[in-house]
């Protein structure tokens, strides 16, 4: 089954003074996330991944299209229970300590009495705040702040959970850790959706992405099937400055360091290029297939780059 | 569904709690210890009727104005500051659980407070009176109908807050308890009217709170007793006044996309 099924939702906004103006917060998106998948969403701003989780937790509504969340209808709030969400930059009620805020959220998700406390402590222990947990969140810095926010999207031991933005905010020790989190959590067979632009936290953890861009899915995929799409180079090191102009020819991008010559070719070009060198009587030192990034391929496909102009 | 609102509505008030809302007590005890030695030199009559005036106004009026200044921000401010995204989107709390948890927990809040006072008020009275005697339980109902007061202006201040900005919530607020301060006069002035106008001003001042029939304050400060039917008639308005104007707000917030 899967854990989010989404069919055609769309978002319009409303916008000028008489409200006559349309702004399309999110295209007709169609996409789906199997149970016990990590699956990143990722866009610049703007993209539509916030507007994405709101419509899927219900906070904005629809204006078009249909999703489900474990099975159940987008309106039925009892599937809640099992869901826990993070938000992006989160706000907590500052008057609370951590402990209180995890409490108070516990019994919001119909965490029974007798396991509420063990189920906070836990928690808290799993963001690394056991020790902070009775000083009130004013005090928190930003950090700290989404740790508990992590800390209460996991409180009532949720099968999915969405997380806005989680890296956000931390230091890389934190994103480490949270990283680590991530992994575990799906280890235990939750499902995991985030949104982020931290592309080498997706590429890391993620089985599968989605790209946004303007409101519009402009790709989905495994990662490593993505990459592939956008990857295709060697680099090749040669010595002998003589072969620079034929290898130019076969669109290497050549970097010549006294004798030794360091080039970026498509693959394609790699057999006439082997032959260049031996017709010129270079001494090749090393083949290397350049591996596509995450990056790329998200540059490519929100078009700010073409497909192949890869990173070495 | 009770464990939720409970829970919202206790959230409200230790939030209100914590933010030293309470601090008005001091406040409040300094002016009544202040009015009981001052007024304490002219006769024990006046004295006393000055003294409940006093005593009862403030807590209508420290009240009105916790319930106005938090009531404005129950919504917006969670919309703002984001914090209704971890209550509402993750966890089984409908919207209008959140609506009403949030008033219950003020009027909760409003209700410790005036409790508090009343409780300084009577000791205060008992002070100049040299006791209390049975004429003195119309106070109660005086702060029962204060009560009252809260819960109306509570119900307001929410509906405002749920698609206004704190702001003109106050100022809307303020306004609509004016106004209703003199209910009875709008009413009065509707008679007076003809034709068109005097159906529209009779609509509107039917429309407003009454809060001018929960006033029994110099009415209770002259030991005139306040009848039995005005404290059921006061108790069913209150309460079919405030579940519309909650039902208001929950069909208005029920539909808000929360950006």
Partial sequence: MAAIEIQGLEKSYKTGFFGNKLK????????????????????PNGAGKTTTLKLLLGLVFPTGGTARILGHDLNDISVKRFIGFLPEQPYFYDHLTA????????RLSGVEPRERKRKVDRALARVGMSDS???????????MLQRVGIAQAIVHDPKLVLLDEPMSGLDPIGRREVRDLVQE????????????????????????????NKGELKGVGVVADLLREVSGEVEVVWNGAQAIPALSTLGARCHATGDVVRALMPERSLEAALAELRKSEARLTSVTPVRATLEDYFLARIGEAKPNEVHA | ?????????????????????????????????????????????????????????????????IAIFIGIGLVS???????LYTVLAARPVRRWEFITGKFLGLVMTLTVNALLMSVGFFAAVMYVSHGLGRGDLQLLTAIYFILLE????????????????????SIFAFAIF???????????????????????????????PNFAALNVISQVAHNTAVEPKLILLNTLYVVVYAAAVLTASVWIFERRNLK
């Fill in chain 1, 133 to 143: 947990g009775k000083t009130q969140l004013r005090k928190y810095s930003k950090g």
């Fill in chain 1, 24 to 43: 399309r917060g999110l295209m007709p998106l169609t996409l789906s996330v199997e149970e016990g998948e990590v699956f990143g969403c990722l866009g």
């Fill in chain 2, 1 to 65: 569904m009770i464990g939720r609102l409970g829970a919202i509505a206790f959230n409200t008030y230790r939030e209100a709690v914590r933010d030293r809302v309470l601090y008005n007590l001091i406040l409040f005890a300094l002016l009544i210890v202040g009015s009981s030695v001052l007024f304490g030199q002219i006769s024990l009559e006046i004295n006393r009727i000055v003294l409940i005036n006093l005593g009862l106004t403030a807590i209508s009026l420290f009240g009105i104005v």
């Fill in chain 2, 178 to 208: 004016a106004v209703g301060t003199f209910a009875e006069d709008l009413r009065g002035f509707a008679q007076m009217a003809n034709g068109a106008t005097r159906w529209l001003m009779t609509g509107a001042a039917y429309l407003v």
């Fill in chain 1, 99 to 106: 402990l209180e805020l995890l409490d108070y959220y516990a």
């Fill in chain 2, 77 to 83: 401010k969670e919309i703002d500051k984001k914090t």
């Fill in chain 1, 185 to 212: 959590l799906n280890e235990e067979g939750k499902t995991i959706f985030f949104s982020t632009h931290i592309l080498s936290d997706a590429e890391t953890l993620c089985d599968r992405v989605a790209v946004l």
């Fill in chain 2, 150 to 169: 809260f819960v109306l202006i509570t119900a307001l201040a929410l509906l405002f807050s749920t698609f206004s900005t704190p702001v003109f919530s």
